[in-house]
């Protein structure tokens, strides 16, 4: 067995697009990027809560945490279409491909609120 610490973001987003739900890799996927895209949620909702009236700024510890685990499951929406999708070469491209989902799913939040 590969060990999981030892590969690349590229490799590791790879293979879990074969994984199974019980499969290690899943747990090293989310200890790996889960802070991450917290910290993304986090500012994005306080930029979008500075410039959209009516969007509170307040950042609940439940709301950070459930828009962090929404964008786990975005990412396995139609058969892991947004797993299969990523072409990054650099190991910073995956935090960067992540980070620009959890920016639009927080925006697409936002914009839900305000209609």
């Not at 989310?30 to 500012?43: D, N, P």
């Not at 306080?46 to 700024?57: I, K, L």
């Amino acid at each position: 067995m590969t060990d999981l610490k030892r590969l690349a973001n590229r490799d590791l987003i790879q293979q879990l697009t074969q994984a199974d739900a019980g499969d290690p890799l899943w747990p090293e996927f989310i200890a790996r990027f889960r802070t991450g895209i917290r910290i993304t949620v986090l500012r994005t909702l306080r930029t979008e809560a500075e410039r959209t009236p009516g969007v509170n700024a307040s950042e609940s510890p439940e709301l950070i945490e459930d828009l962090t685990q929404e964008v786990f499951v975005r990412l396995l929406e139609g058969n892991r279409r947004p797993l299969s999708r990523f072409q990054g070469r650099t190991e910073l491209a995956a935090h960067t491909y992540l980070n620009t989902i959890a920016v639009n799913l927080v925006r697409d939040h936002c914009k839900s609120l305000r209609s």
